[in-house]
């Protein structure tokens, strides 16, 4: 497959551990990856998983500081060829609905629909409100792909590892990046 370049997000929703598989899978497909992190993406990343900061870092081609809005992403002349953000806090996700580019993470995905490049978010809340799904449905009518990491009871779930690497699967499918992190469904096959 042709390398690609992709823009990951990671915020400060539950969930970290996606956007930790999804790098880890676009470096193993050797894609050229910008990555941003927010303050509380940080800060889950040591709540919820035993990697450092660093090591996420380190899985990045490009890691850029979330004030730096000075970035080859914030222009719509730097090419990509998509952007994700996993997981996307409501927070984020707001900003970016409103088109409130107050960091660089809000820049670059606002730079990726006005370019109608593809916009891959995975909001992670639970309960919605009704301002998370106005929202979400203003994303969406602007082309922005909304994938919730919402689990595939049908792959018969034995482990968190396969819950995570058929969520990470999704994420990549919407991105339009092959991949073999689950098994296709090909039809029931009763006993
Ligand atoms: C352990 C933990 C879990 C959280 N989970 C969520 C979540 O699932 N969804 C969400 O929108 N915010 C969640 N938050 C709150 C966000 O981190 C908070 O709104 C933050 O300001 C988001 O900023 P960011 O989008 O810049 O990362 C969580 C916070 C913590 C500490």
Redesign the pocket.
């Known amino acids: 497959m042709k390398t690609k370049r992709i823009v990951v997000g990671i ?5 970290v551990i996606l956007g930790i598989r999804v790098l880890e899978e676009l470096r193993r497909l050797e894609m050229e990856t910008h990555l941003v992190m ?4 940080e ?2 990343i040591q ?2 998983t035993d990697y450092s900061v660093e090591q996420i870092r380190g899985l990045s081609s490009v890691y850029h500081p979330i004030d730096d809005l000075a970035a080859s992403i914030s222009s719509g002349s730097f090419h990509t060829d998509g952007m994700v953000i996993v ?1 996307c ?4 996700l707001a900003a970016i609905a409103c088109g409130f580019s107050y ?1 660089l ?1 809000a820049r670059a995905a606002d730079v990726t629909i006005k370019e109608r490049r593809r916009l891959v978010l995975v909001p ?2 639970t309960p919605l409100s009704s301002i998370h799904l106005h929202n979400m449905i203003t994303l969406a009518n602007n082309g922005v792909v909304l994938v919730p990491p919402c689990v595939g009871f049908y792959i018969r779930p034995t482990n968190v590892e396969m819950i995570v690497n058929h969520l990470a699967g999704k994420i990549l499918d919407a991105l339009g990046i092959e991949n073999q992190l689950f098994p296709r469904w090909e039809g029931a096959r009763e006993n």
């Open positions: 915020t400060g929703a539950s969930g927010s303050q509380w993406a800060r889950n709540l919820e997981p806090s409501m927070k984020t960091n993470l992670r809340e």
